[in-house]
């Protein structure tokens, strides 16, 4: 679900880079994804499933599109979020040796550039001097100071791509099992909804608590958001579909 | 689909504050928007429809089912979008405000802070006081410094939640129609799964195309990324389905 986890966690530890704090970046960067994995989980075979029930007769329908949307989301989610975490690492490389060789090959350039990032604040060109004379003694020092402060990137952990895939596909299928139960273990359909649409908002409500404390916009606010979007999504695809439904049959 | 779309675009113009540059860079989020609404929309109704196709006798169904999925989907993306860039623009201020405050209330924490920052880079005490001295004469610009350098943070662009949202929203819809057409033209199931292949794949290897030179990962690389995505998700699909069902009816 698009960056929709930017996690305040997150933007909070950018800013440093001990060790410590590194380990912190990482898990909730694993956190981050088992949200982003979740919250579409839990939301869209939910709502594919609602949206059917309401036009097909069969649940055994309903559980086959609810698992092929699960592996076709799971899998769609994982391996774009390899392929992103697998291109941010490559750029962040590229970048780091374009730097390396500026800092060489054009250092004029790069010292203006020192100089322009300052500017932006109001610091004077003489104040910002010595600071330049520092990062030149330290050519690794000077290269990390222009990826931050030039590009504003940070350098991603290694192997990120693979857990993030993994990560994200097995949080999707997690969440998107909860709302099917229900349709494979009930036989009605109009019984498997009920209890599809109580133990789905329930958990949506439960994971936007807990997502809600910990990037910290508020526990209540949080659950009441999930619940808001899972519902949303899952009352549209109903009427969408029972429309769609009635308007085939009368044809 | 997570943050496939980090462009590389967005990140190169991070790092400058000047108007031209942040209208540069309020496009970019309009195409990074409609890149995370098109693959995930040209992907996952595809391999759903492609996954039913093997599996039920009525197109009917397949389109019912799919548009179903658009509508779950395009309002999770699209309220999940907006969602998290209301809530960044949130955090944003918050922090800002809270900056504005320390620098008041503990100026000298927040003194020490710039040391910090700078000693990450091997900048001495001595050094970086000229930097702290003229980020003093100016506490706008001192609270716009330490946004950027002890947190990270960027100023959101102003009412981008709509837009993100209705960007993300449209481009998915647009996406995961493309897929439907056949369902919704030809009778035959496998004619109609057949025809979808064909056309969905061909988007998905234009889209990739652009968004590989847009991004600047190359055109050929992008487009195979986005064809094997898609392929891959909706032959699991298929599979899954097909061996459900087979499984169902031999019961």
């Known amino acids: 679900m698009t960056e929709a986890v930017h996690t305040h ?26 949200v982003i994995g979740l919250s579409d989980g839990l939301t869209v075979p939910f709502a594919l499933a609602a949206g059917l029930s309401g036009a097909v007769a069969s649940s055994r329908i309903v559980v086959l599109a609810g698992l092929a949307e699960i592996a076709a989301g799971s899998i769609a989610m994982g391996l774009g979020g390899y ?55 330290n050519p690794t020092a000077w290269v990390d100071f222009m990826m931050r402060f030039e590009l504003g990137l940070e350098e991603p952990a290694s192997n990120r791509a693979h857990r993030s895939a993994l990560t994200i596909a097995a949080s999707y299928i997690a969440g998107g099992l909860i709302p099917l139960l229900p349709y494979m273990l009930v036989q009605s359909n109009f019984m498997a909804l009920k209890l599809s649409v109580i133990i789905t908002l329930l958990a949506l409500a439960i994971f936007g608590a807990l ?22 999504a899952a009352t549209v695809a109903y009427l969408l579909a029972s429309l769609l439904n009635n308007h085939s049959h009368s044809l």
């Open 9 to 34: 966690h997150e933007h909070r530890t950018h800013g440093s880079h001990t060790p410590h704090i590194e380990g912190h970046f990482e898990s909730s960067e694993i956190v981050r994804d088992i």
């Open 83 to 137: 392929l992103a975490a697998r291109g941010d690492a490559e750029h962040y490389v590229s970048e780091k040796q374009r730097e390396e060789r500026e800092i060489i090959d054009r250092t004029h350039d790069e010292e203006q550039e020192i100089y322009e990032i300052f500017e932006q604040y109001s610091v004077p060109r003489a104040n910002a001097a010595p600071v330049l004379e520092a990062l030149k003694q």
């Open 211 to 232: 997502k809600g404390r910990l990037v910290g916009t508020g526990g209540l606010r949080s659950a009441l958001q999930t619940v808001l979007i899972g519902g949303a």
